[in-house]
């Protein structure tokens, strides 16, 4: 079985300040993907990055930043000088190579940046 | 915007009765999977059509059931409904979910409310 923990249920910071969202999988499978998606207040799931198993490279986009450690099952996602634009509910994902092709999603971490 | 188109948008009913809510993927996309949010539960996959043919199921409800078009797009049918049924329910698609690395694009989703 698949599982995603977001221990995180919710986080304030106020805007400029760096905040980490944390996310721990579980899985049998030797080869997965990791996924983040951003639920802004409107309600859509928005794609924000995937990572593969096999590709333990950390990854930058802008403000955003991605830690995979296979070491410790772990998908952080760092976001720097964080805005108001940023708040939103963010969810942690996780995708086998065997099975079914569904989507296991964490409990969301909701985050509130502050003016 | 994602490219997956999902309607209506909000949908109010009453207990007993029966909806039909409609995805259509992205342009070249074979595959849609459908996810129900609730406050309860969280995201959970409810059922995968790929090119017409239905390949997974997830926590899906007798009561409910979808099926996939020739022109791909997708219907999930909720019938002899619940107050417990109310959630935003996610249409997402990929292009080939026997590629491996596919990335589900969501839909802004459709809000039921079962009065």
């Known amino acids: 079985a698949q599982k995603v923990t977001q221990a995180q249920t919710e986080i304030s910071v106020v805007e400029k300040e760096d905040v980490t969202l944390d996310c721990v999988y579980e899985?049998?499978?030797?080869?997965?993907?990791l996924f983040w998606y951003k639920q802004p207040p409107s309600g859509e799931l928005v794609f924000l990055i995937r990572r593969n198993s096999f590709d333990e490279q950390n990854e930058i986009s802008g403000r955003y930043s991605w830690n995979f450690q296979k070491s410790t099952s772990s998908f952080n996602f760092t976001i720097t000088a964080s805005q108001v634009v940023d708040s939103a509910v963010y969810f942690c994902a996780l995708l086998g190579d065997t099975g079914r092709r569904a989507l296991t999603f964490g409990s969301g971490t909701r985050l509130q940046v502050q003016p | 915007d994602s490219g997956v188109t999902q309607t209506p948008k909000h949908l109010i009913t009453a207990t007993g009765q029966r909806v039909t809510l409609r995805c259509s993927p992205r342009?070249?996309?074979?595959?849609v999977y459908w996810y129900q949010q609730s406050l309860d539960q969280g995201l959970q996959f409810l059922i995968q059509y790929y090119n017409g043919e239905e390949r997974a199921k997830g926590n899906i409800l007798e009561r409910f059931s979808a099926q996939q078009f020739p022109d791909l797009h997708s219907e999930l049918n909720l019938s002899s409904l619940e107050l417990g049924d109310s959630a935003l329910y996610f249409c997402a698609s990929s292009v080939d979910e026997l590629v491996g690395t596919d990335t589900q694009y969501f839909g802004p989703g459709t809000r039921l409310t079962v009065l």
């Open positions: 342009s070249g996309d074979l595959s």
């Open positions: 899985t049998r499978d030797t080869t997965y993907y």
